[in-house]
């Protein structure tokens, strides 16, 4: 039912990774599942895991950094929850990139990745793997959501260029 749209994101992906040049991004252990349940803060202020490692690989950063954008949103943890784009233009999420881009410095063409790892997520981890991973139900409304909210929100509502501008990036 949803074919075309699955197909138009696939190969909006292939498009993007190749015009981002991901083949020149380092490779490094990704978690990519920072779902605020599978980790705490102790009170020195040290991470503390619970991880589950259903989603560790070695990729790009850039897979990390949507679900970094949920931690630090003010949204906060809940329940019952969506997979929005918005929190990678929140100004909270802007706030980490900058001191993250001051120690770990980043390229314009990661930060315009950005909009592929989160497609590749919901394509993944949604659509095609939800039902692995949530209950029947859930992974029935998250899979509900990507076609009529996430899908059509990447291209939409993620503008990497604002980023880009904000920390200072050229090329």
Same mark, same amino acid.
């Given at each position: 039912?949803?074919? *075309?749209?699955?197909?138009?994101?696939?190969?909006?992906?292939?498009?993007? !990774?190749?015009?981002?040049?991901?083949?020149?991004?380092?490779?490094?252990?990704?978690?990519?599942?920072?779902?605020?349940?599978?980790?705490?803060?102790?009170?020195?202020?040290?991470?503390?895991?619970?991880?589950?490692?259903?989603?560790?690989?070695?990729?790009?950063?850039?897979? *990390?950094?949507?679900?970094?954008?949920?931690?630090?949103?003010?949204?906060?943890?809940?329940?019952?929850?969506?997979?929005?784009?918005?929190?990678?233009?929140?100004?909270?999420?802007?706030?980490?990139?900058?001191?993250?881009?001051?120690?770990?410095?980043?390229?314009? *063409?990661?930060?315009?990745?950005?909009?592929?790892?989160?497609?590749?997520?919901?394509?993944?981890?949604?659509?095609?793997?939800?039902?692995?991973?949530?209950?029947?139900?859930?992974?029935?409304?998250?899979?509900?959501?990507?076609?009529?909210?996430?899908?059509?929100?990447?291209? !939409?509502?993620?503008?990497?260029?604002?980023?880009?501008?904000?920390?200072?990036?050229?090329?």
């Amino acid at each position: 039912m949803h074919a *075309d749209l699955i197909k138009y994101h696939c190969e909006q992906f292939l498009k993007n !990774r190749l015009k981002c040049n991901v083949s020149s991004f380092e490779l490094i252990p990704v978690f990519i599942d920072w779902n605020i349940g599978n980790f705490s803060v102790i009170n020195k202020h040290e991470l503390f895991s619970r991880w589950d490692y259903d989603w560790f690989r070695i990729s790009y950063r850039m897979l *990390d950094f949507y679900f970094l954008s949920r931690v630090v949103s003010d949204v906060g943890d809940r329940t019952v929850f969506s997979y929005v784009i918005d929190t990678m233009m929140e100004p909270r999420f802007l706030t980490f990139l900058t001191e993250y881009h001051k120690v770990f410095p980043l390229k314009a *063409d990661e930060i315009r990745f950005l909009r592929e790892a989160y497609r590749f997520f919901i394509l993944n981890y949604v659509v095609k793997d939800g039902n692995h991973f949530f209950s029947p139900e859930y992974a029935k409304k998250l899979r509900n959501e990507a076609f009529e909210i996430y899908l059509p929100s990447v291209d !939409r509502d993620f503008d990497p260029e604002k980023i880009i501008k904000h920390l200072k990036i050229t090329g």
